[in-house]
């Protein structure tokens, strides 16, 4: 049996994270010593593993609660599955997009940035222009 701070550590992941989880019941409410002391077990410490490798994929606490869901129901068919990871992917796949267009908006403020005198710098133009800045972003998606 594992306390809080020994499943932190395991995982890397933040004790209040944790408590945060069986909050939310992302994570089963824990046994208790006869002092009061939260002990996790093997089940705890895959489940949690789960939930921070999905948190890193980027995927939503929805979308985790959603994937826990079918990983206890065994028999169900995995397209439920697929098509939660399908989603992510599109949505990962948009922020590449949109990041991948602010690299370009970038690349561009530095290149015509002639790095003259501050009082002429084109990076520091773009940036004040709050017109422009607001109609990139809608472009941008962002």
Known sequence: MLSIGTLAKRTGTKVQTIRYYEQIGLMPE?????GGQRRYGDVEL??????RHSRQLGFSL???RE??????SPERS????????QKQLREVEARIA????LRVELQRMIRECHADRVANCRILEVLRDHEECLSDHD???G
């Open 30 to 34: 824990p046994g208790r010593t006869d």
């Open 46 to 51: 895959d489940r949690l593993s789960f939930i």
């Open 62 to 64: 929805q979308a985790i």
């Open 67 to 72: 994937l826990l869901d079918l990983s206890d």
């Open 78 to 85: 995995c397209a439920q599955v697929d098509a939660v990871a």
């Open 98 to 101: 949109r990041l991948e267009a």
């Open 139 to 141: 472009r941008l998606g």
